[in-house]
């Protein structure tokens, strides 16, 4: 069966959040789970795809031909219900907590807060840098982190810093993602390499 490309809403606090997916679901039982149909014309803000964190809830049916399974929408629920598909909440994973060697961090890009675990001790490496890549800690009152996201990806920097000399010469290089707006003000000896958040990119990833 062919797939087709959708979207749906997502509970608070992602309310402006769009949960991207392929799905071979009939075009008709989609429109009953609340499916948008996902284009290069839909707004990339706030446009997600395989996140692990967070995921929409789940609906089910069985039907004479089996039992068909996807994604539904916050406002598509309740009449869904009526109509005999059962509703689960999706299993959510990836979030980072803070750890002995760890803290959550994020970016803002296309709108969504994109976060990941960074390690303390590269943290102290970036020193001042690490502000002026826009990159923020989180404190743990934040309801709206997203993370594992294919897409958006935001653009990531290099760093190489060296030691020594001549034959004992080493060097040691970190990356880690930094907030587009904030291209202006990074150092010249990073090296930059390109993000993921255009519709032509998230094209490429599904």
């Known amino acids: 069966m062919t797939s087709r490309l959708v ?63 996807s994604f539904i929408a916050p406002s598509a629920v309740t009449a869904a219900i009526a109509a005999g598909w059962n509703i689960v909440k999706a299993k959510s994973n990836g979030r980072k907590s803070k750890s002995t060697f760890q803290i959550p961090v ?11 675990g960074m390690k303390k001790s590269q943290k102290a490496k970036l020193g001042t840098n690490f502000a002026a890549l826009g990159i923020i800690e989180a404190t743990g009152q934040e309801q709206d982190l997203v993370f594992g996201a294919s897409f958006p990806k935001p653009p990531q920097v290099q760093s190489i810093t060296t030691s020594g000399r001549g034959a004992t010469a080493s060097s040691v290089s970190s990356t880690t993602f930094f907030d587009p707006s904030k291209d202006g003000s990074i150092p010249d000896t990073f090296r930059r390499y390109a993000g993921l958040v255009t519709a032509g990119d998230w094209a490429t990833i599904v």
């Open 7 to 69: 979207y749906v809403g997502l509970d608070a606090p992602y309310a402006d959040h769009k949960y991207g997916f392929r799905t071979t679901l009939e075009a008709s039982k989609g429109t009953v789970l609340g499916h948008q149909t996902l284009d290069a014309t839909t707004p990339v803000t706030g446009l997600i795809f395989k996140a692990n964190h967070p995921k929409p809830k789940r609906a089910s049916k069985t039907f004479a031909t089996g039992t068909n399974s």
């Open 106 to 116: 994020y970016v803002t890009i296309n709108g969504i807060k994109y976060a990941w």
